[in-house]
Nanobody, 131 residues
Framework: QVQLVESGGGSVQSGGSLRLSCAAS????????????VGWFRQAPGKEREGIAL???????KYAESAKGRFTISRDNAKMSLYLQMDSLKPDDTAMYHCASEPYPSGGDYYEFLGRRFGYWGQGIQVTVSV
């Protein structure tokens, strides 16, 4: 069973910073974790899920336009952990943030972002940015 648990969310004023973390467990080994792309996503009330950034097995990063220049994704495969450094936060960044991993369960649902299919999800953590 794959488990992903987010931490580090909270409330911050516009222009502030937060660092989100995502701890993985249940992979068959830490080697398995490193083979897959992992990413960050968010969903605000009344809006659709939005991909923010992903990092693949080689450490190559890709970002949505809304995140470029402000957010930085990174991973530590030895710790089976994923991070998102968020700077220059804006009220529009307010949302529930989720981490997710490839692959997806056979016959199961997935969310496609920048050509990758993410099928394992954390429960999410709230980020609120006030004016």
């Amino acid at each position: 069973q794959v488990q992903l648990v987010e931490s580090g969310g909270g409330s911050v004023q516009s222009g502030g910073s937060l660092r989100l973390s995502c701890a993985a467990s249940g992979y068959w080994s830490h080697i398995g974790y490193s083979q897959y792309a992992v990413g960050w996503f968010r969903q605000a009330p009344g809006k659709e899920r939005e991909g923010i950034a992903l990092i693949d097995s080689l450490g190559v990063t890709k970002y949505a336009e809304s995140a470029k220049g402000r957010f930085t994704i990174s991973r530590d495969n030895a710790k089976m952990s994923l991070y998102l450094q968020m700077d220059s936060l804006k009220p529009d960044d307010t949302a529930m943030y989720h981490c997710a991993s490839e692959p997806y369960p056979s016959g199961g649902d997935y969310y496609e972002f920048l050509g990758r299919r993410f099928g394992y999800w954390g429960q999410g953590i709230q980020v609120t940015v006030s004016v």
